[in-house]
């Protein structure tokens, strides 16, 4: 059985900086694509950004230059450091990984941390 852990969600004040975390464990043979998705309020789930296994990362505009993914394979972890933070940043933010497992090492299987609560407010 594999788990997303994340942490690193707050309150942060408009232009402020928050580092969030996802460590996945359980029995990973091999993780394809990271990444950070986010949802607001009466709004759908969206993505924020991901990173694939040879490191192409793609983000949403709305965070192109303000936010940096990046993903430690030796821990089975991903970070994403999130600067300049605006009140539209406001959100739980979903890690995913697209993972294989032992018992099914060919069969690559989607996997979402609980969420953590990002909010930017004065």
């Known amino acids: 059985q594999v788990q997303l852990v994340e942490s690193g969600g707050g309150l942060v004040q408009p232009g402020g900086s928050l580092r969030l975390s996802c460590a996945a464990s359980g029995s990973i043979f091999s993780i394809y694509n990271m990444g950070w998705y986010r949802q607001a309020p009466g709004k759908q789930r969206d993505l924020v950004v991901i990173?694939?296994?040879?490191?192409?990362?793609i983000y949403a505009d709305s965070v192109k230059g303000r936010f940096t993914i990046s993903r430690d394979n030796a821990k089975n972890m991903v970070h994403l450091q999130m600067n300049s933070l605006k009140p539209e940043d406001t959100a739980v933010y979903y890690c995913?990984?697209?993972?294989?497992?032992?018992?099914?090492?060919?069969?690559?299987?989607?996997?979402w941390g609980q969420g953590t609560q990002v909010t930017v407010s004065s």
């Open positions: 990173v694939t296994m040879i490191n192409t990362t």
């Open positions: 995913n990984m697209v993972l294989t497992t032992d018992v099914s090492p060919n069969v690559p299987t989607n996997y």
